[in-house]
């Protein structure tokens, strides 16, 4: 079932005021019943709405707009009329709005969980960790120090190397991780004086949607905006020629379509892309304390996270006896089932065309005889019962194997033998995609030895899927271009100006 599109009989860009009055003029109570595009700090929606639907029971959700080109023309000239004079106030009042935002957002913790989890199916445990952690990336983004840096002082003259805004962004967002990526996005563009719209995905808007009406009792109008709609949104945010950057998190072949389109007009582009996230046990490794840690970061969030493990890479030695506790955990704690029920640790895939990929990933099984040490099954035909898929295991498939090869982004992970070190680390880098890896040992020096030689943008030792929001994050090859996070996250929102001050005429 995909998302459908009705007429709700209103007029293109009719502004909703009800109830909005208050802080910034708006309403201090925000309401959960109905979601409006925000252009220039106003509740606005469309002639044509949409509606998702919850990927848990397939019953849909609320109606949203399906913006127009008209919507983001509007919406542009709001945000480029806001740049001159947001990127004017004081870095530390910025960073305040920034504060004052988290605070907001974490006084509705319950309220953003369970859209979370009605939108995007994960269990509310974990929606409600993934609002702890966008209200933790404002408060650190709010206090880092974007560096002015003195590269030449004599007597004749000074040269410093400084950071100026962008101008106008855009924040295209997936549909996994809907508000910690929004944020992510938000709090460096507008901390370092750019305005943003949060684009964002058709799959997941309503979160980000009311993130953003929330937003216009802390920020001045035009300086964060949404706008929601269908597939043709994002190509009129790209080709738009008064928008500077976009920040797009997503797939590497739409990420290469967001490249070309932005081309023209010379735009910014921040690109976080997939992953196929290799990890590497060592024969050395206490499995008894290790194996927990490796369930949840192979299959949290339904594996629906691009920096989820995808190739289990278990030494020869301890390779059965790995793989039997492994299997064993996953089945004895890791239930199946609606995120509204705490006893359940793997919710739904999250739209229908995810769910068509992730079982014609476990079609593959018989079709290429592959040996499941856990699950395997085909999901029920009614797919009316919610996406779900039981976790599955695959013994020790070819490497060519669709499954080592490809990410499936659901609940299926290989688990492959390897003998030596090199051996295993060319395999491991053998994949267009750099995003994440991890190497897992007693030996720390023979870890990091082995973790230097892996190509991603992220690698961890005795961990996986670790972020912070002062840690800079991207992909090496097809997994991105730029980091996002930390100061270079700051600084991919800012022009580099080299600032001559002559001493004397």
């Given at each position: 079932?995909?998302?459908?599109?009705?007429?709700?009989?209103?007029?293109?860009?009719?502004?909703?005021?009800?109830?909005?009055?208050?802080?910034?003029?708006?309403?201090?109570?925000?309401?959960?019943?109905?979601?409006?595009?925000?252009?220039?700090?106003?509740?606005?929606?469309?002639?044509?709405?949409?509606?998702?639907?919850?990927?848990?029971?397939?019953?849909?959700?609320?109606?949203?707009?399906?913006?127009?080109?008209?919507?983001?023309?509007?919406?542009?000239a709001a945000a480029r009329a806001a740049f001159k004079s947001w990127a004017k106030v004081p870095v530390e009042e910025r960073g305040q709005k920034l504060r004052d935002y988290a605070d907001a957002i974490e006084s509705y913790t319950d309220d953003f969980a369970k859209l979370l989890t009605s939108e995007q199916g994960k269990p509310l445990a974990q929606s409600t960790q993934e609002i702890g952690m966008a209200t933790t990336w404002l408060r650190a983004f709010s206090t880092m120090k974007l560096p002015e840096d003195i590269v030449e002082d004599s007597e004749d003259r000074q040269v410093i190397n400084r950071y100026?805004?962008?101008?106008?962004?855009?924040?295209?967002?997936?549909?996994?991780?809907?508000?910690?990526?929004?944020?992510?996005?938000?709090?460096?563009?507008?901390?370092?004086?750019?305005?943003?719209?949060?684009?964002?995905?058709?799959?997941?808007?309503?979160?980000?949607?009311?993130?953003?009406?929330?937003?216009?009792?802390?920020?001045?109008?035009?300086?964060?905006?949404?706008?929601?709609?269908?597939?043709?949104?994002?190509?009129?945010?790209?080709?738009?020629?008064?928008?500077?950057?976009?920040?797009?998190?997503?797939?590497?072949?739409?990420?290469?379509?967001?490249?070309?389109?932005?081309?023209?007009?010379?735009?910014?582009?921040?690109?976080?892309?997939?992953?196929?996230?290799?990890?590497?046990?060592?024969?050395?490794?206490?499995?008894?304390?290790?194996?927990?840690?490796?369930?949840?970061?192979?299959?949290?969030?339904?594996?629906?996270?691009?920096?989820?493990?995808?190739?289990?890479?278990?030494?020869?030695?301890?390779?059965?006896?790995?793989?039997?506790?492994?299997?064993?955990?996953?089945?004895?704690?890791?239930?199946?089932?609606?995120?509204?029920?705490?006893?359940?640790?793997?919710?739904?895939?999250?739209?229908?065309?995810?769910?068509?990929?992730?079982?014609?990933?476990?079609?593959?099984?018989?079709?290429?005889?592959?040996?499941?040490?856990?699950?395997?099954?085909?999901?029920?035909?009614?797919?009316?019962?919610?996406?779900?898929?039981?976790?599955?295991?695959?013994?020790?498939?070819?490497?060519?194997?669709?499954?080592?090869?490809?990410?499936?982004?659901?609940?299926?992970?290989?688990?492959?033998?390897?003998?030596?070190?090199?051996?295993?680390?060319?395999?491991?880098?053998?994949?267009?995609?750099?995003?994440?890896?991890?190497?897992?040992?007693?030996?720390?020096?023979?870890?990091?030895?082995?973790?230097?030689?892996?190509?991603?943008?992220?690698?961890?030792?005795?961990?996986?899927?670790?972020?912070?929001?002062?840690?800079?994050?991207?992909?090496?090859?097809?997994?991105?271009?730029?980091?996002?996070?930390?100061?270079?996250?700051?600084?991919?929102?800012?022009?580099?100006?080299?600032?001559?001050?002559?001493?004397?005429?």
């Open positions: 079932m995909s998302p459908a599109a009705t007429t709700n009989g209103t007029t293109n860009g009719t502004k909703e005021t009800n109830g909005i009055n208050g802080v910034n003029g708006h309403s201090h109570k925000l309401q959960f019943e109905k979601y409006y595009n925000i252009i220039n700090n106003e509740s606005t929606t469309t002639s044509k709405t949409r509606h998702n639907i919850n990927p848990a029971t397939t019953k849909p959700n609320p109606e949203v707009p399906i913006s127009t080109q008209d919507d983001v023309d509007k919406a542009v100026t805004p962008l101008g106008v962004t855009c924040g295209i967002v997936p549909w996994n991780f809907p508000i910690l990526l929004a944020i992510g996005k938000v709090a460096p563009a507008l901390y370092t004086g750019n305005t943003i719209i949060i684009k964002p995905s058709p799959y997941t808007p309503y979160c980000d949607l009311k993130l953003v009406e929330l937003g216009m009792q802390i920020f001045p109008p035009g300086v964060l905006q949404a706008l929601s709609g269908e597939e043709d949104l994002g190509p009129m945010f790209t080709a738009h020629p008064d928008i500077d950057k976009i920040a797009f998190t997503g797939s590497s072949a739409t990420g290469k379509k967001v490249m070309a389109a932005s081309a023209p007009t010379l735009k910014r582009v921040t690109l976080e892309l997939g992953g196929n996230d290799p990890a590497i046990i060592c024969d050395d490794v206490d499995m008894e304390k290790i194996i927990p840690k490796l369930a949840i970061v192979s299959f949290l969030c339904c594996s629906q996270i691009c920096m989820m493990i995808k190739r289990l890479y278990v030494h020869s030695s301890i390779y059965g006896k790995f793989v039997a506790a492994f299997c064993a955990h996953v089945k004895e704690n890791f239930k199946v089932g609606p995120g509204t029920d705490p006893e359940n640790f793997i919710g739904p895939v999250q739209n229908s065309i995810q769910y068509a990929k992730v079982k014609d990933m476990y079609s593959q099984i018989a079709k290429q005889g592959w040996k499941p040490a856990l699950g395997g099954d085909m999901p029920d035909e009614d797919a009316s019962k919610g996406y779900f898929f039981t976790p599955t295991v695959i013994d020790n498939p070819p490497d060519n194997s669709r499954i080592v090869t490809e990410e499936p982004f659901g609940p299926i992970l290989p688990i492959l033998k390897w003998e030596h070190d090199d051996e295993v680390i060319a395999r491991a880098n053998d994949t267009k995609m750099g995003l994440g890896a991890s190497v897992w040992s007693n030996d720390l020096e023979r870890a990091t030895e082995m973790a230097k030689q892996l190509e991603a943008g992220t690698v961890w030792v005795n961990s996986h899927f670790e972020i912070a929001p002062g840690i800079p994050f991207g992909g090496h090859k097809w997994s991105g271009i730029g980091t996002e996070w930390g100061v270079n996250g700051l600084k991919a929102y800012c022009n580099s100006q080299s600032l001559w001050l002559k001493k004397r005429l």
